[in-house]
Nanobody, 115 residues
Framework: QVQLVESGGGLVQSGGSLRLSCAASGGFAFSSYWMYWVRQAPGEGIEWISSITHGGQTYYADSVKGRFTISRDNAQRTLYLRMNNLKPEDTALYYC????????RGQGTQVTVSS
């Protein structure tokens, strides 16, 4: 069973940075999976923001391209999201997931960006 635990969220001013982490456990071969970051703003649906293949190729939504960087450490079974130049519209609950639609995701970590 896949278990994903996100951490690293917090309150930051506009223009600030955060690094999110996602620790993966359970009986799945983390290094063989594509992994995803998705987010959900208040009153909104799940928004895909980034993917990383098992080989390390990365993809980003236009809304975060150039500001966010996804990475992974397969030995540590950990997924990361470095977020720079944060904006108030980035305020959301951030999840790591094993699917782009976020169906299989952790409990999330809150990111709040003040203007």
């Amino acid at each position: 069973q896949v278990q994903l635990v996100e951490s690293g969220g917090g309150l930051v001013q506009s223009g600030g940075s955060l690094r999110l982490s996602c620790a993966a456990s359970g009986g799945f071969a983390f290094s063989s999976y594509w992994m995803y970051w998705v987010r959900q703003a208040p009153g909104e649906g799940i928004e895909w923001i980034s993917s990383i293949t098992h080989g390390g190729q990365t993809y980003y939504a236009d809304s975060v391209k150039g500001r966010f960087t996804i990475s992974r450490d397969n030995a540590q079974r950990t997924l990361y999201l470095r977020m720079n130049n944060l904006k108030p519209e980035d305020t959301a609950l951030y999840y790591c997931a094993t699917s782009r639609d976020g169906r299989n995701r952790g409990q999330g970590t809150q990111v709040t960006v003040s203007s």
